[in-house]
Nanobody, 123 residues
Framework: QVQLVESGGGLVQAGGSLRLSCAAS????????MAWFRQAPGTEPEFVAA????????NYADSVKGRFTISRENAKNTMSLQMNNLQPEDTANYYC????????????????WGQGTQVTVSS
């Protein structure tokens, strides 16, 4: 019954921007830590960013700090990731996730995963 649906991925040149969105249904949205992971072919999922249930705190991977911004709108059960100054190393499938656990958010603690949206950055 729980669904996490990502959108907003695409092809962009280095230095460009994209905004990813995640629409959630079937869960108590404000009770969950929401997070973004990304996965390149042949690799394990990599943590990108997370936001607490009421948006009171956020956490970012060092590789995206200062370039990406995570946010959520609990009244609409949505979460977003604004990605600026994209680089080729950001190329990956990006996943929306939900968890009831505390920091750090690791794959083993994630309760629900979306289907992913592809982000490709050309040089």
């Amino acid at each position: 019954q729980v669904q996490l649906v990502e959108s907003g991925g695409g092809l962009v040149q280095a230095g460009g921007s994209l905004r990813l969105s995640c629409a959630a249904s079937g869960l108590a949205f404000s009770k969950h830590i929401m997070a973004w992971f990304r996965q390149a072919p042949g690799t394990e999922p990599e943590f990108v960013a997370a936001i607490l249930g009421r948006g009171e705190s956020t956490n970012y991977a060092d590789s995206v700090k200062g370039r990406f911004t995570i946010s959520r709108e609990n009244a609409k059960n949505t979460m977003s990731l604004q990605m600026n100054n994209l680089q080729p190393e950001d190329t990956a499938n990006y996943y929306c996730t939900a968890s009831l656990t505390i920091w750090p958010v690791i794959p083993a603690r994630v309760a629900y995963w979306g289907q992913g949206t592809q982000v490709t950055v050309s040089s």
